[in-house]
């Protein structure tokens, strides 16, 4: 089981930046693949930003490419998102999420970036931009 806990949301005006992370426990060891996600009301859930944790690959959204960066601790247990010139259009709840396997596993593990099948997923936390 791995446990994920975001923190670093807050209110910014537009412009502005914010900078996310998600603290990673338990079996982290079996996670290859992490991601951002965001859910504004009203609107579906939509992945911004992907690791692949072993290699170092990162995946974007397009339509945050080049404002939003993913980044992971060398220990691998916290993951980052770093979010420069922020939009109103920003605004929405952030979850990260682990794409994780147990103990034992012997299959292949190949980070999809944002369509992976991620599996644990954290409570979230609010990024409110205002113009």
């Known amino acids: 089981q791995v446990q994920l806990v975001e923190s670093g949301g807050g209110s910014v005006q537009a412009g502005g930046s914010l900078r996310l992370s998600c603290a990673a426990s338990?079996?982290?060891?079996?996670?290859?693949?992490m991601g951002w996600f965001r859910q504004a009301p009203g609107k579906e859930r939509e992945g911004v930003a992907a690791?692949?944790?072993?290699?170092?690959?990162?995946y974007y959204a397009d339509s945050v490419m080049g404002r939003l960066t993913i980044s992971q601790d060398n220990a691998k247990t916290t993951l980052y998102l770093q979010m420069n010139s922020l939009k109103p259009e920003d605004s929405a709840v952030y979850s990260c999420?682990?794409?994780?396997?147990?103990?034992?596993?012997?299959?292949?593990?190949?980070?999809?970036?944002?369509?992976?099948?991620?599996?644990?997923w954290g409570q979230g936390t609010q990024v409110t931009v205002s113009s």
């Open positions: 338990g079996y982290t060891y079996g996670t290859y693949c």
């Open positions: 690791m692949d944790t072993g290699g170092g690959s990162t």
């Open positions: 999420a682990a794409s994780n396997v147990p103990p034992g596993y012997a299959g292949r593990r190949v980070c999809k970036g944002i369509d992976d099948r991620y599996n644990y």
